[in-house]
């Protein structure tokens, strides 16, 4: 083995000890070392979090006379400039700092000298990461509510315009009965409802403050952790030293919501795939929702509405990979846990994405309703109608009736005729007590009128249910 490879300093890239931790060390890091310890590439996104957890910090510090208030201003205005440089794109990211925390506090020895080093009294990078951790996917809980209140509002609005335009419903794929448009959108409104209490309720969970767990049994220093708990708009410091440090349920939590919503849109998505496909023609997706083939030019594919079905992978692959991390960790910091990072930004982007491009996709499409009629008719979908009018009118036993239909349909088929084509006195052959005022529950219309139920497709009652969604969710 080379020298470089067991770590000898001299031929390090790295050169000497890490300057923030290195006291106990003579030489510095093996290049493959650095490599895998390095995490400023991702964790730069915590930088604003990172800032102001040190304000925070900073500020309760100079109030429990624990620095100077000339220390806590020179590091506050330093803290503001580096802010300031990296929001303008100027700041020196630099791997041998390994990451955020670090990286900030360097510049800022380099900006105002020898207090820089009293920022970390009390504190430690792993109360810190939790901490920036806990306000990032806090963050970003918001902007999601925001966006799956956003894909409703379209729902919503696709809903009310369509109440009444009947397409089928489908239980295995199959034509099942008729139901409206409006009714089928408004579905995923509800869908998205249980996510928006989802993400809320892992907020409430999270929202509990690390920070002066310092590395894992708290310090000697006289903190005030109430201060920056309730400066960081935390309700609490978190209660116990060892599990702020080491707990990452409110990831877990944000990923398992992730992946529940990811769910909610790759079964939507999954549905334009089908709507769109020749073989059905239920919606038309604009020229700004689709893509052409480089071979076929007949081509236009759905190719948004795939893409957001396939992200759902990629959120429930985070979640199973935090998870994977996660397990089998002692008490109380681990490295592993800067694993933990990259899974949950990579599924907020996705997320973001996703909701995105399928509100534009439910603003953009165009239902076409005579090809919904066509096919909500096929398939002897009002055959649950006719067992109903049998149960009802001529008071037989639900089974009994159900048997008849069927016998009504298979006749039907027999002779290559709707059920309302079905001529009287063939369905008399089946069962004498039938009149003509059958034929008034066979039609698609009459089927999805009738449909009055709380919950219903009837389209009053789905123009009722739009107008109730507005008002709960909008
Ligand atoms: N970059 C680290 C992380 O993301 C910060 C905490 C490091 N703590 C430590 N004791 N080395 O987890």
Known sequence: MS?????????TPAGAANAAWGGRFAGGPAEIMQRINVSIDFDKRLYAQDIAGSLAHCAMLVRQNILTPADGQAISRGLAQIRAE?????????????????????????????????????????????????????????????????????????????????????????????????????????????????FPDCRRRLN??????????????????????????????????????????????????????????????????????EPFRFIRLSDAFTTGSSIMPQKRNPDAAELVRAKSGRLLGALAALLAVMKGLPLAYSKDMQEDKAP??????????????????????????????????????????LADWLTRVLALPFRDAHRVAGALVKRAEALGLGLAELPIAEMQRIEPAITAAVFEVLTVEKSVTSRTSYGGT??????????EARKRFL
């Open 208 to 277: 509990e403050c690390p920070l002066g767990a310092a590395a894992l049994a708290g310090t000697s220093f006289p903190i005030d952790r109430r201060a920056t708990a309730e400066a960081l708009d935390f309700d609490r410091p978190a209660a116990n030293s060892l599990d702020a440090v080491s707990d990452r349920d409110f990831a877990l939590e944000f990923l398992a919501a992730a992946a529940i919503a990811g769910t909610h849109l790759s079964r939507f998505a999954e549905e334009v795939v089908i709507w769109t496909s």
């Open 458 to 467: 009837a389209p009053a009652n789905v123009a009722a249910a739009a107008a």
């Open 86 to 198: 990296i929001e303008a794109g100027r700041f020196p990211f630099r791997a041998e700092h390994e990451d955020i925390h670090l990286n900030i506090e360097a510049r800022l020895a380099e900006l105002i000298g020898a207090a820089a080093g009293r920022l970390h009294t009390a504190r430690s990078r792993n109360d810190q990461v939790a901490t920036d951790f806990r306000l990032w996917v806090r963050d970003a809980i918001d902007r999601l509510e925001r966006q799956l209140q956003g894909l409703q509002a379209a729902l919503i609005a696709q809903a009310e315009r369509h109440a009444a335009t009947i397409m089928p419903g489908f239980t295995h794929l199959q034509v099942a009965q008729p139901v409206t448009f409006g009714h089928h959108l408004l579905a995923y409104v509800e869908m998205l409802g249980r996510d928006r209490s989802r």
């Open 3 to 11: 020298r470089k490879g067991r770590g000898a300093a001299p031929e």
């Open 344 to 385: 949950v930004f990579d599924a907020a982007d996705t997320l973001e994405l996703a909701l995105a491009a399928t509100a534009g996709m439910v603003g953009d499409l165009e239902p076409d309703p005579a090809a919904m009629r066509r096919v909500a008719a096929s398939g002897y979908s009002t055959a649950t109608d």
